[in-house]
């Protein structure tokens, strides 16, 4: 039996070649996106994936990992500090995504979680510099908080830009 991972999000055209590493590598992928999500990247790839549309609710995120039983679930959706964004999708994409995930494996077990983040602009006291820095910061507290109280094995990766780099160190976790 295969392998099996769960991405969330959609990360420009990393995500296309995550899928195709993870598919040389014998791993069944399945693709959650937002209900309304429009992702045209992923025309690439759908013919290797399965890709499932995600209302939000944490009742169907739980049985749909009860259904897959994935080994590893990999989280690509953030928004990049050159973005522009509105606060509301800050919150949902970086926030909101993340906790609805950790909280389905509060009662789901051996699914690893990891997280690909940009590394946020911080100072030599490690202050956050920007918002977006001030809530990848946060973040990692919230992962923290997860892995200690509920046991859930987590890791949040930072990207290099480097992509060979970035698929080894997702892929090795």
Same mark, same amino acid.
């Given at each position: 039996? /295969?392998?099996?991972?769960?991405? =969330?999000?959609?990360?420009?055209?990393?995500?296309?070649?995550?899928?195709?590493?993870?598919?040389?590598? @014998?791993?069944?992928?399945? !693709?959650?996106?937002?209900?309304?999500?429009?992702?045209?990247?992923?025309?690439?790839?759908?013919?290797?994936?399965?890709?499932?549309? =995600?209302?939000?609710?944490?009742?169907?995120?739980?049985?749909?990992?009860?259904?897959?039983?994935?080994?590893?679930?990999?989280?690509?959706?953030?928004?990049?500090?050159?973005?522009?964004?509105?606060?509301?999708?800050?919150?949902?994409?970086?926030?909101?995504?993340?906790?609805?995930?950790?909280?389905?494996?509060?009662?789901?077990? @051996?699914?690893?979680?990891?997280?690909?983040? $940009?590394?946020? /602009?911080?100072?030599?006291?490690?202050?956050?510099?920007?918002?977006?820095?001030?809530?990848?910061? $946060?973040?990692?507290?919230?992962? !923290?908080?997860?892995?200690?109280?509920?046991?859930?094995? $987590?890791?949040?990766?930072?990207?290099?830009?480097?992509?060979?780099?970035?698929?080894?160190?997702?892929?090795?976790?």
């Amino acid at each position: 039996m /295969k392998d099996r991972a769960i991405i =969330f999000g959609s990360s420009d055209n990393f995500l296309i070649y995550f899928v195709k590493y993870l598919i040389l590598n @014998n791993v069944e992928v399945y !693709l959650i996106l937002r209900k309304n999500e429009e992702v045209p990247i992923i025309n690439d790839i759908e013919k290797d994936v399965t890709v499932i549309r =995600f209302d939000g609710n944490i009742e169907h995120l739980k049985l749909l990992l009860k259904s897959i039983e994935p080994k590893v679930i990999y989280n690509l959706y953030e928004l990049k500090r050159e973005d522009k964004y509105e606060i509301t999708d800050l919150i949902n994409i970086n926030y909101l995504n993340v906790i609805l995930i950790l909280e389905a494996l509060t009662t789901a077990r @051996n699914i690893k979680f990891i997280n690909l983040v $940009s590394k946020g /602009k911080i100072d030599e006291e490690e202050n956050s510099l920007d918002l977006y820095s001030a809530v990848q910061k $946060s973040l990692e507290s919230i992962i !923290l908080f997860y892995k200690n109280i509920y046991s859930i094995d $987590s890791s949040i990766v930072f990207k290099t830009g480097d992509i060979n780099l970035d698929l080894g160190k997702l892929y090795s976790l």
